[in-house]
Antibody
Framework: QVQLVQSGAAVKKPGASVKVSCKTS????????IGWVRQAPGQGLEYLGW????????NYAQKFQDRLIMTTDASTTTAYMELSSLRYDDTAVYYC???????????WGQGTLVTVSS | DIVLTQSPNFQSVAPKEKVTITCRAS??????LHWYQQKPGQSPKLLIK???QSISGVPSRFTGSGSGTEFTLTINSLEPEDAATYYC?????????FGQGTRVEIK
């Protein structure tokens, strides 16, 4: 069955970086893309970006373009999201999700809580 | 960016009643509109894709309709396990955007 398993919670100081992993299984990794969405405490869903697992092409939401990097490792079928220059309002649960082109996000990881605190 | 506006923000409904949630898009998105259910502490779960297409394993009481700029998610005969927040999502144009969510409470 399709599974996306994310790395554990992280606490970071303002200005630091965080890298979240998303280990996939149960499907052909290079046939799908991976999207990243975050959810601040008590808030709605916010799109961060996606990466093509076949060719590494990326699309980042404009507000994150200067501090977001998404990568994949096909040998381990794992996707990564790295957000730098963290601010307090980056505190959120970060989700990875499988997606194909313009289709919806059909399978989601369990989420990774990133807390930015001094 | 395409703005999705859901209404209402909150709804308290008795079991077995019908729930209707609306999602309005700021421009024509044809049928590129999808619905998710999110329970507290859980990841979102895809309920309906492309406005009205059903998803395997999702109960048939969840149905979607609409096209263009106005869409509806209907839950027929609400069950206690349907207490959740529901989000719409458009994939017509980049960046993908989400509605603000509608929380459904069981009376």
């Amino acid at each position: 069955q399709v599974q996306l398993v994310q790395s554990g919670a992280a606490v970071k100081k303002p200005g630091a970086s965080v890298k979240v992993s998303c280990k996939t299984s149960g499907y052909t990794f290079t046939n799908y893309d991976i999207g990243w969405v975050r959810q601040a405490p008590g808030q709605g869903l916010e799109y961060l970006g996606w990466i093509s697992d076949s060719n590494g092409n990326t699309n980042y939401a404009q507000k994150f373009q200067d501090r977001l990097i998404m990568t994949t490792d096909a040998s381990t079928t794992t996707a990564y999201m790295e957000l730098s220059s963290l601010r307090y309002d980056d505190t959120a649960v970060y989700y990875c999700a499988r997606v194909f082109g313009t289709d919806p996000f059909d399978f989601w990881g369990q989420g990774t809580l990133v807390t930015v605190s001094s | 960016d395409i703005v999705l506006t859901q209404s209402p923000n909150f709804q308290s409904v008795a079991p077995k009643e019908k729930v209707t949630i609306t999602c309005r898009a700021s421009q024509n998105i044809y049928t590129s509109l999808h619905w998710y259910q999110q329970k507290p502490g859980q990841s979102p779960k895809l309920l309906i894709k492309y406005a009205y297409q059903s998803i395997s394993g999702v109960p048939s009481r969840f149905t979607g309709s609409g096209s263009g700029t106005e869409f509806t998610l209907t839950i027929n005969s609400l069950e206690p396990e349907d207490a959740a927040t529901y989000y719409c999502h458009q994939s017509r144009s980049l960046p993908p955007t989400f509605g603000q969510g509608t929380r459904v409470e069981i009376k």
